[in-house]
């Protein structure tokens, strides 16, 4: 695990490096997104148009919602009424990873009762709702209209023009011998998964990568963000602005999380990952400091999100979205477990005083 200033590692086993290949879960959308608003400077496609006019290969299924309103914006955004809940499990072999179009049929590797189907199940735009299968849709999107595989596009448009060379979607045999070890939570050795949601989830990188990727979005000396010359300043700004809130906070931009309001209408902003076996991971950046961190690691489902979101305490002061999710979830917990014993304790105390009446029932007859 590593900031950006300074870099610590410890592993169980086999020794890990800046130059670690990680798979790093659902981190993979928040680079997805840099790479699919690079087709929109392209103008291979527009934020705005129905998905479905870019599609040929596959095409979402009818539905009682209106599936004109989902668009490559909404998708970013998990706002365009998706309802397949992934969440992807994986496959333990490459021969058994499904096609694309299949998969967007019906996931094989759905996480356990999970639907796994690409669908639009609410009203586009009228709730907030995480949408792996959205992400594999936008993965079929760039294919189509790029006229490459998803890897090569992210490899051609992203990857190499950044120098980031130890960067894939599908592992190749020049990085495998760099690959990390998994592991369950109970410190056991746990198997290498792999998957047809690329965009969504497979995203192999290290901590070196994942660094030149962060100053990505660094300030220049005209303050807009470096962009190192492949992506527009205003696209950058695009990726963290606010696309939908909760109780007036606002909590995702187009493939980046939102974790805490700054200075001047910004965000600290990044991504997670989390999959099982437990791979956690995160990226927090703020970019009006110039400051953030990193964390990648196996072996524990949120060890990574809770360093980023304490270091966000640290920054600010304050929770970020992730931290007060976690901390609300444990707080529900304990006032649960709580109100289990003391309904418990008034069970036995009831059972108790009605054996006692009885007794002294028994005793005055």
């Known amino acids: 695990m590593a900031g950006l200033i300074e870099s610590c590692f410890t592993s169980h086993n086999k020794p890990v490096d800046k130059n670690t290949i990680f798979q790093v879960s659902s981190l993979s959308k928040f680079v997805s997104a840099v790479g699919i608003m690079k087709l ?6 527009d934020l705005d148009t129905p998905v479905n006019n870019y599609l040929t290969r596959w095409q979402l299924p009818k539905s009682e919602f209106d599936i004109e309103k989902v668009t490559v914006r909404r998708l970013l955004s998990h706002t ?23 998969s967007l049929t019906k996931a ?22 995480y949408s792996g299968g959205g992400f594999t ?10 006229g490459q595989s998803f890897n090569e596009f992210m490899t051609s448009n992203l990857f190499t023009p950044l120098n980031m060379n130890s960067s894939t979607y599908i592992l190749n045999d020049s990085l495998s011998s760099r690959l990390c070890e998994f592991y369950n939570a109970d410190k056991t050795t746990a198997p290498h998964f792999y998957y047809t949601s690329l ?46 809130d909760i109780m007036g906070e606002e909590i995702y931009g187009l493939g980046s999380m ?16 989390r999959s099982t076996p437990p791979i956690n991971t995160a990226i927090r950046i ?3 400091s110039g400051d953030g961190i990193i964390v990648l690691e196996t072996g524990n489902p949120d060890l990574a999100s809770r360093i980023a ?15 007060f999710g976690l901390l609300l979830k444990k707080t529900i917990t304990i006032a649960l477990v709580g109100i289990l014993f003391i309904i418990l304790l008034l069970i036995g105390l009831a059972r108790w005083r009605k054996k006692r009446v009885a007794a002294t029932n028994r005793g005055l007859a």
């Open 258 to 273: 939102l974790y805490i309001d700054l200075e001047e209408n910004e965000y600290i902003f990044g991504h997670d990952g």
């Open 309 to 323: 979101s304490d270091w966000v305490y640290l920054q600010t002061g304050k929770a970020d979205t992730l931290l």
């Open 80 to 102: 365009a009424g998706l309802t397949d809940g992934l969440g992807y499990s994986g496959f333990e072999s490459r021969d058994s990873v499904q096609s694309l179009e299949s």
């Open 40 to 45: 929109i400077e392209l103008r291979k496609i």
């Open 108 to 129: 094989r590797d759905a996480d356990a009762d999970i639907s796994g189907e690409v669908r639009v199940g609410i009203e586009p735009n009228s709730m907030w709702k």
């Open 286 to 288: 703020n970019p009006v």
């Open 199 to 244: 965009a969504a989830t497979s995203l192999y990188t290290s901590l070196s990568d994942l660094e030149t990727f962060f100053q990505f979005f660094l300030k220049g000396k005209n303050g807009e963000p470096i962009g190192r010359k492949q992506l527009k300043p205003e696209t950058l700004k695009l990726l963290r602005e606010g696309h939908w």
């Open 137 to 146: 849709l936008l993965q079929l999107v760039v294919e189509e209209t790029s």
